[in-house]
Each structure stands twice: as C-alpha cells, then as structure tokens.
C-alpha cells in the first residue's frame, strides 16, 4: 500500500489548504509567487467546492480546477486533491431532503453550513461516489496529484427514520437475535424489552435517561456509517489511482469517531490541531494529540490543519505570539509530523471563517504572520533529509480507547465533574512534564515493547483487553491504572465487585465498597499528596506490598494508592506535580530514563531518530546543558557543553 513518504519522497510536505474558488483568477499567480517566496511545496485543494464542481445536478465544471493543477504542476507545487463531499450544495438538500441529517430531537439540520449530510442516506452516498468517480477518471494522471484526501473532519450525527433503518440493520449483524441484544441492552430493566426489529429507534429526545448501552452501541454505529463513506470513495480513487497515498483527517481526541479502526484504513494518518496560545499547557495539549496521531500512524504522519494565527471558534480567539508558530511546528516534527499544513492558504474575506488566520493573513505578504511562515519554509526545508522517514522511541504506553469513553460518558454516573479528556490529559501532562516520551495503544495492543503502561481511566474493559493487561505484568512490565478503571464490560454491565476481579487480585483489592466522587475544589489528603475529583473507599488484601493512604475524612487510613508487585492502582487525581513525582519514580523504578537529565522548567526534549530536538516553551532566554557535542541542523553550528534557546527558541541537535 501506499505512504506518507510516497507523497513526501524526502521532504516534509509544507502548505495547506488553498481555496482559490474564492478569489478571482488573476490572483492566483500572486499566490504562486508567494508559495515559491515561503517554500510551499504542498497544496489541499477542493475540499469544499462541490457546489463549483457542479453547480446544477449532473453537471461538471472541471475548467477552473484544470487551470488550478495545471499552475501548481508548473509551479513545483504538489496537490492534495479533495474529494468535496464534506458539503454538498443547496441544490442536493432543496431536492432530496432525505440528504439532510436529523438530531435527536428530530430537528433538520439544514444547509447553509457544513457537514450537512446524512451518512447513512443512499442519496447522499450515491451523488457523493458519482462526483468522486468523475474527480478520479479526470486528474487520475495529472503530474500535480501526490495525494488523496477524503472528506473533512467526519463528524456527522443522523437520528433520522434512514438511519434508523441502517441502526437495525447494524444491530442485527453484531447480536443476531432480539434476544441477545435484549440482554445485552439490559432491557429488563425499565420495561424496555424489545419483540420486534422496527421497534428500535437510535436514542432520540427521552422524557427521562436514556438506555446507556443503546447510546453506547449508537455511538459505535456512527463511527462505523462515517467509516462506510469514507471508504467507498477512498476505494474509488484507489481503483484510479492504486500508487497514491489516501487521507482523511480527524479532529484532536474527538469523542466521535474510534480512531483506532479508522487509521487502520489510512494509507496517511492525518490531523487537524488547534492548541490555545493563551493556554499555559498549550505545549502538552499538542504533544498529546501529536503522540496519539502517531501511535495510530505506527510512524510518521500528516498534520493536516493548524492556525498560523488565531482562529474563530473560541470565545476569546488569541493570535499567536511571535515565534510561537514555530515552535509549535517544529514541535509537531519532532513528534513525528512528515507533513506542516496549515488551514489555510489565504485568509478568507466573506464567509463564517473570514477571521480565522490563513498563511497569508489579511496583512499580506509584508504582515507578521507571512514573514514567519517563511522562515518556518526555510527551516523545514534545511531539517528534511535528515528528518523525514524517522522514527519517535518510547518506552511509556498511555492506554486510550474510544469504547471506554463512549461508555463512561453517560448521563447518569457518580460524578459529571469527571471528564475522560481531562483526566487522559493530566496523566499525559504529569509524564510530559516528567520529560518521558509517550506512545498511545488500545488496551488489546501488543504492550511488550514497552517498559511501562499507564490506563488513566479505562472505565470499559473487555475480557481480551483485561487478559492482555495481566499477561503484560506476569511478563514483567510495570502497569500503572487510574481511577474507575474495569469497571465495565463491553456491553456496559458492571463486572460483580465494581471492578474485574482479576484487577482486584492483580492490585491486591479485596474489597471496593464504594465510589467517593469529591465535590468540585474539594481535596482529599493522602500520604504525601493531595488527591481531588475522586476517591474510593478500598479494603487492601493481604498481598499488597505498599500502600499510600487517605488521612482525614471517612476514608481516613485506607489506601489512595496500591502496588502489589508491578502493578499500581491509583484510586483519586493526585494533584499535578504529585502525579508528575508519582509516575517518574514508577518510570524510574522500571528502567525507563527522561530523554535529558536536568531539564531547565520550560524546556522540551524530544528524541527522532538520531537527532535531538530541544524546544523552549518559554519567553525567556534558557541554556541547556548537552551530553557532547552537536550539530544544529537550524543554524549549521557545532554546539559542544551546552546550547542556548531565545524566546520560543529551538534546536535540532545531530550527534
């Protein structure tokens, strides 16, 4: 199958998306010349122009876009083509209303927007396969076409009566009979026990909670009618173009789509990331997402959107502080990123995202936001052969999966204040701080490589992912699992215990009475730290080698932390530099080593391939300290006892 490096072939891809349908002609030979100046070597065109490529039913106007491809061949500018089908025009929802999606409450969501389709509508699909069909047979031999991309940003909900019928239809295949699926659902309970297929209806508007287990499998059918679109047109241009690498890209640790099973369909795992300038933990909110982009990758891969400035959507949207941009970029290659783009080209003048920054802000080419986007061009150009293509190590696994936080995520639960997103966060942070390098995996991966496995929360386990954890520390590694964690079955029935009771023994739990959810800004001391947001009322057994305990309070003495053997249980949110201190001696104890010793506050380091990257995350000037002597591929000096980072500064270190 085809790669990212069949696209990149050496360089790291630079660009974005270019929507030159919104401006007249004769400014795309100023568009030219400005992506030659910044070193745009990549360009993602058509992603919303369906209504260009025909504007009435059937009919093609393909002339704009052969012009379009024609210049950027001529330019030494690639092209990722788009299929458009992420919004169709007002003419396939004004004719065939079957198109448009429906929410729970049963209201249309109309066009005039984006994303307005029905995934599971035959209407919908038919058009948007024969538009594919007929973008394929025409560019399928164009020189400037390097890659796919397929859609954008799936993120669909339909509620509606056709997707009701393809509900069924998927329930039927994975429970066979009512009665499975009753048992499965638990609809004993509330009277909701189901003798006919047509009486199920996707989780609509309910007087009262709905059923957690049918939002649960609801959630699950979405992810998979978004993945049906998606490869029945990834297969079309597959068959026109077998050599070509196909995209889509996902939105950051968005909770709609199981990501794992998407990327496996992926020749080039892509990402759109929009970190908040004005957050302090900005940094790690993008290394996060850059590490679990990875991880899907299993290597490099394409960051597909970020923001040269600010964006639109925020209540308060903040440009970026000069140099920042950088920094972010850079940081995203050094976490594996053959690819840089941004959304978008030129910022545009009309529309819902005119005040969302482009490569070319509304200050042109002498603002600030070009003239950095040119030296990131440079920069990127001088690091890529020795860059691309390059591996990221690490040691650590944070365990994620989509099932789990689709299950915890249910409107009737101990605590609302518990958010899976937050609480994956804080545990990445604490690591990230720690300077240890992490991989994402799913619970049922294969964790042998790794020294130590972390599950912040994995409120679902199914009983492979449970055998897979055990047989990982009986083979000596080190296991360290967060708060409500195995309490859940694939279907969402709580295991006898509240707690799979080989966790129980693996942690050496005797007994979980209770769950002690803490009110917001509420602590719980422990021995040695404060916890917050959660606690739990355990009875260690006699096999627990040590524990950490609450002090005050009704939980007063019992453990807020176990370890039996390698396995670690840690039943609140140890405030963050606890955390941090917490998971750097388990790490420490395991054999796994930061990437440099002595890291000044504020500085990242992270380790591809045989290269160094260090990363200031701060304002002021910091000297780090090097294990020899180097070459910095940003400015082609040799270092040797130390380097010295500005503002935002970074360096690229080759031994």
């Not at 936080?405 to 518990?418: F, L, N």
């Not at 799913?442 to 929360?457: F, N």
């Not at 739990?509 to 800004?521: A, D, F, K, S």
Request: glycine fraction near 8%.
């Amino acid at each position: 199958m085809p790669k990212l490096a069949d696209a990149t072939r050496g360089r790291i891809l630079f660009g974005g998306d270019y929507n030159p349908e919104q401006w007249p002609e004769e400014t795309w030979a100023e568009d030219v010349r400005l992506m030659r100046d910044a070193g745009v070597n990549s360009v993602t065109v058509g992603v919303f122009s369906w209504a260009r490529i025909e504007p009435r039913p059937g009919v093609r106007d393909f002339g704009w876009l052969d012009r379009l491809m024609d210049l950027m061949h001529d330019s030494g500018v690639g092209v990722v083509l788009a299929t458009p089908t992420a919004s169709p025009p007002p003419w396939l929802g004004h004719q065939y209303p079957d198109t448009l999606p429906r929410d729970a409450d049963g209201r249309t969501e109309w066009w005039g927007g984006r994303q307005h389709f029905s995934h599971s509508s035959a209407t919908y699909r038919r058009h948007a396969a024969a538009v594919t069909e007929d973008l394929a047979a025409r560019y399928a031999r164009h020189p400037a076409l390097t890659m796919w991309h397929i859609n954008n940003e799936y993120c669909t909900y339909d509620f509606g009566d056709e997707a009701a019928v393809r509900f069924r239809r998927w329930l039927r295949a994975r429970y066979g009979t009512l009665d499975a699926l009753n048992a499965a659902w638990g609809t004993a309970f509330w009277s909701q026990g189901y003798g006919d297929w047509p009486e199920i209806l996707p989780p609509r508007h309910a007087h009262y909670l709905k059923n957690p287990a049918q939002v649960l499998d609801f959630k699950r059918f979405t992810s998979d009618m978004l993945l049906e679109c998606y490869a029945a047109e990834r297969d079309i241009v597959r068959r026109h173009t077998p050599h070509l690498p196909v995209t889509t890209n996902f939105m950051p640790l968005w909770s709609g789509l199981d990501a794992w099973r998407w990327a496996e369909e992926e020749d080039v795992v892509s990402v759109d990331l929009y970190p908040d300038p004005h957050d302090l933990f900005g940094a790690q909110a993008g290394a996060l997402v850059q590490d679990l982009t990875r991880s899907q990758a299993r290597g490099p891969w394409m960051l597909m959107e970020q923001a040269a400035g600010p964006v639109n959507w925020r209540d308060v949207n903040h440009p970026k502080p000069r140099g920042l941009n950088r920094l972010w970029s850079l940081q995203a290659v050094a976490r594996g990123a053959d690819a840089v783009c941004y959304f978008q080209w030129r910022q545009s003048r009309q529309g819902a995202e005119k005040f969302h920054s482009g490569m070319v802000s509304h200050a042109g080419e002498h603002g600030r936001t070009f003239q950095e986007v040119r030296h990131l061009g440079a920069d990127l150009a001088r690091i890529a052969p020795e860059v691309t293509g390059r591996p990221c190590a690490a040691e650590v696994a944070v365990l994620h999966d989509w099932h789990s936080w689709w299950a915890g995520d249910q409107e009737a639960r101990p605590s609302r204040d518990v958010a899976y997103p937050d609480v994956l966060t804080a545990w990445h942070r604490a690591l990230w701080r720690a300077h240890l390098t992490t991989d994402f995996a799913h619970p049922e991966h294969d964790l042998t490589a790794y020294r130590l496995v972390v599950a912040p929360q994995l409120y679902l386990l199914t009983d492979a992912a449970i055998d897979n954890l055990l047989a990982y520390v009986h083979q000596g590694g080190t296991l360290v699992c967060g708060f409500l964690t195995g309490v859940a079955d694939e279907d969402d029935r709580i295991r006898p215990g509240g707690m799979d009771a080989r966790l129980r023994e693996l942690f050496g739990i005797r007994v979980l009475h209770e769950w002690w959810p803490l009110e917001p800004g509420e602590r719980a001391p422990c021995d040695g730290f404060t916890g917050t947001l959660w606690s739990e009322e355990l009875e260690p057994d006699a096999t627990a080698d040590e524990t950490l305990t609450y002090r005050g309070g009704e939980l007063d003495g019992l453990p807020a932390v176990l370890r039996k053997g390698r396995a670690w249980y840690v039943s609140t949110l140890p405030e963050p530099d606890a955390l941090r201190d917490l998971l750097a001696r388990v790490a420490a104890d395991a054999g796994v080593r930061p990437v440099l010793d002595g890291l000044p506050p504020g500085i990242e380091a992270v380790r591809r391939g045989d290269l160094l990257f260090l990363l200031n995350h701060g304002q002021e000037e910091t000297t780090v300290d090097l294990p020899g002597p180097h070459r910095d591929l940003l400015t082609d000096t040799t270092v040797t006892e130390r380097v010295t980072l500005g503002r935002y500064g970074v360096a690229v270190l080759k031994p």
